[in-house]
């Protein structure tokens, strides 16, 4: 039973490019939460998706925007990339709202 | 803001068991308390999460105090590969938003 999966593992970007990360839940979920996580801090809350739409939002800018499919599957995209949004970037899934959340390994972007 | 406060550091020798304390004074009565650990540079793990009750589970054991201001978990055995920074999380009331602290960096030691 494959868990959470996130693609790219790593990524290298330049200021003010645009980024798609993508994620796959684990088998039988159906919500995806994306975490920012800054070196040194704990996971912020980004949004989430459940049927497709953005159901909770956190205090992110408009420049993060997201994406469900039918098969569950998620991207977040990024535009107008600053040097702050190098972080790691999680991504959780949930069978339903209010369910436990499992992260995947998550995506490393930096920023130049 | 998260609504936890969790040590920011502890030791634990190997075999012996690891006791994480987490203050939740504010926590409201339908709100969950929940355990993730943090390996260096990997995903969030849960561990476990309670409501008012104690739990264990194949991983550690949740002791919440009976007036739900504080919790302990507890790996009965801690190893090497229980190095971790853990957090503790007061699930918001009908979201799914978890909102991280800084959690407490265990250092289990040979």
């Known amino acids: 039973d494959a868990g959470v999966t996130q693609s790219p593992t790593h990524l290298i970007k330049t200021r003010g490019q645009q980024v798609t990360l993508r994620c796959s839940p684990k088998s039988g979920h159906d919500t995806v939460s994306w975490y920012q996580q800054a070196l040194g801090q704990g996971p912020q809350f980004i949004f989430q998706y459940y049927e497709e739409e953005e159901r909770q939002r956190g205090n992110f800018p408009d420049r993060f925007s997201g994406h469900q499919f039918p098969n569950y599957s998620s991207e977040l995209n990024v535009n107008a990339l600053l040097l702050g949004d190098s972080a790691l970037y999680l991504c959780?899934?949930?069978?339903?709202?209010?369910?436990?959340?499992?992260f995947g390994p998550g995506t490393r972007l930096t920023v130049l | 803001d998260a609504k936890t406060t969790q040590p920011t550091s502890m030791d634990c020798a190997e075999g012996r068991a690891a006791n994480l304390p987490c203050n939740h004074s504010?926590?409201?009565?339908?709100?969950?308390v929940y355990w993730y650990r943090q390996i260096h540079s990997q995903g969030p793990q849960y561990i476990i999460h309670g409501l008012k009750n104690n739990e264990t589970n194949e991983m550690a054991s949740l002791i919440i105090t009976e007036d739900r201001k504080s919790s302990t978990l507890i790996l009965p055995h801690a190893t090497l590969r229980d190095t971790a920074v853990y957090y503790c999380i007061v699930r918001v009331r009908d979201t799914d938003k978890l909102i991280f602290g800084t959690g407490t960096r265990l250092q289990v030691f040979p």
């Open positions: 504010t926590i409201s009565g339908n709100e969950y």
């Open positions: 959780a899934s949930a069978r339903v709202t209010t369910d436990t959340q499992y």
